[in-house]
């Protein structure tokens, strides 16, 4: 499986767990794969569960620099920032099903790549913008830890 397919898999699985949508079934493997990227990028960040299922509660997302960090480490690790630190949600568009090809458009036209003095403030900064033009996306980013 290339990482555009785990990409997919990894939006389509936080999508119905968080819209409750059960026709689409994502594979018990790939639910694992969601949940080892996670555990990986928490202890490369040193961001806390707790710290997301706050973020879940409120929708806010706090200034913390591990929080920024775990962003850039989820983005790193399923290629959607480069070396460069620019964002490329753009790279999405052929594997997302049509539906959310206007989103992810609209929000790459919109945010494109928000610099930061860092990888990890670039992708909060980044993955904010997203938020704040899309605000589901904070729930399906996040929705991984309310189980």
């Known amino acids: 499986m290339n990482t555009k397919q785990f990409v997919f898999l990894v939006i389509i699985y936080q999508y119905t767990f968080y819209t409750g949508v059960t ?15 996670t555990n990986i ?3 490369e960040s ?4 707790d710290l997301f299922k706050d973020i879940r509660a409120t ?3 706090p200034n913390n620099q591990n929080l920024k960090c775990f962003m850039h480490c989820v ?9 460069d630190n620019i964002v490329h949600l753009d790279n999405l568009i052929e594997i997302m099903p049509p539906d959310f ?4 458009e609209q929000l790459h036209t919109t945010c494109g790549t928000k ?15 997203y938020i704040k033009k899309e605000p589901i996306i904070s729930k399906m980013l996040f929705s991984t830890f309310a189980d």
């Open 75 to 83: 983005l790193d690790k399923i290629g959607l920032i480069d070396d």
């Open 115 to 129: 610099s930061g003095a860092d990888g990890c403030e670039t992708a909060f900064l980044t993955i904010e913008c």
């Open 41 to 43: 990028c928490i202890k």
């Open 46 to 49: 040193g961001a806390s569960e």
């Open 101 to 104: 090809v206007p989103i992810i």
């Open 23 to 37: 026709t689409l079934e994502v594979p018990k493997h790939m639910v694992s794969g969601v949940k080892k990227l």
């Open 59 to 61: 929708g806010e997302l």
